[in-house]
């Protein structure tokens, strides 16, 4: 499977836990970029890399939250003391310079 | 700053009717444009997108979007819908230096027999 790929699909954890999400981008793709959808809702942008660099956040992305490129490969995007309000689908995408390909998505559910 | 608009949350239709999702932008500046698909607890999937020359976009499925730059509308259009068609439908707009995507909020095609 050559597309992007995201681990886990789905997230149950309490309150004030700590959680931490994989993607793994196409290949070929130094573009990566981070969403988070909630329900009813269109996705929101809050991060993006190109290769290793963070080059912009969000606002939407608080002190509590977290994203890592190693390497230019996968990232990851950790969430410290979760909240409730943090219960969404964080999608992950790889571009190209004009076509962005999404993951299958991380559910989080903060109980 | 940039936005777009879904101007139907929902949208019933009769298994092969035509059907238009409508969608709005607000950019002061060239965009690209994009329909996505989302199928429940699935990530997105591109419809087709709109980044120069003809007006008229046609992606899969037999859908199809005229970019109109004097309304800013990015309609998406197709002449026969199928019940696995049912999906929501985003439209989204590329900008700034990293080509982030703004989502509308999105549009629920309810396909029925």
């Known amino acids: 499977d050559t597309g992007v790929s995201q681990d886990p699909r789905h997230k149950i954890t309490k309150r004030g836990q700590n959680v931490t999400f994989r993607c793994d981008p196409i290949?070929?793709?130094?573009?990566l970029y981070w969403y988070r959808q909630t329900l009813g809702q269109g996705p929101e942008f809050l991060t993006y890399?190109?290769?290793?660099?963070?080059?912009?956040k969000s606002r939407l992305l608080s002190d509590r939250f977290s994203a890592e490129r190693p390497k230019g490969s996968f990232s990851t995007l950790e969430i410290q003391r979760t909240e409730q309000g943090d219960s969404a689908m964080y999608l992950c995408?790889?571009?190209?310079?004009?076509?962005?390909?999404f993951g299958q998505g991380t559910r989080l559910t903060v109980v | 700053a940039q936005s777009v608009t879904q101007l139907d949350s929902q949208v019933p239709v009769f298994e092969e009717a035509p059907v238009e999702l409508r969608c709005n932008y607000s950019?002061?500046?060239?965009?690209?444009l994009f329909w996505y698909v989302q199928y429940p607890n699935q990530g997105l999937q591109l419809l087709l997108k709109?980044?120069?020359?003809?007006?008229l976009v046609k992606g899969i499925n037999g859908f199809e979007a005229e970019f109109n730059k004097s309304q800013t509308s990015f309609h998406l259009r197709k002449p026969s819908v199928h019940i696995s068609d049912t999906a929501e439908y985003f439209c989204?707009?590329?900008?700034?230096?990293?080509?982030?995507?703004?989502f509308g909020a999105g549009t629920i095609l309810r396909v029925k027999s």
């Open positions: 709109y980044l120069s020359g003809s007006t």
């Open positions: 989204a707009v590329s900008v700034g230096r990293w080509n982030k995507l703004v």
């Open positions: 995408a790889s571009s190209t310079d004009s076509e962005a390909f």
């Open positions: 890399f190109q290769n290793e660099a963070q080059l912009e």
């Open positions: 290949s070929e793709h130094n573009r």
């Open positions: 950019s002061s500046v060239s965009v690209y």
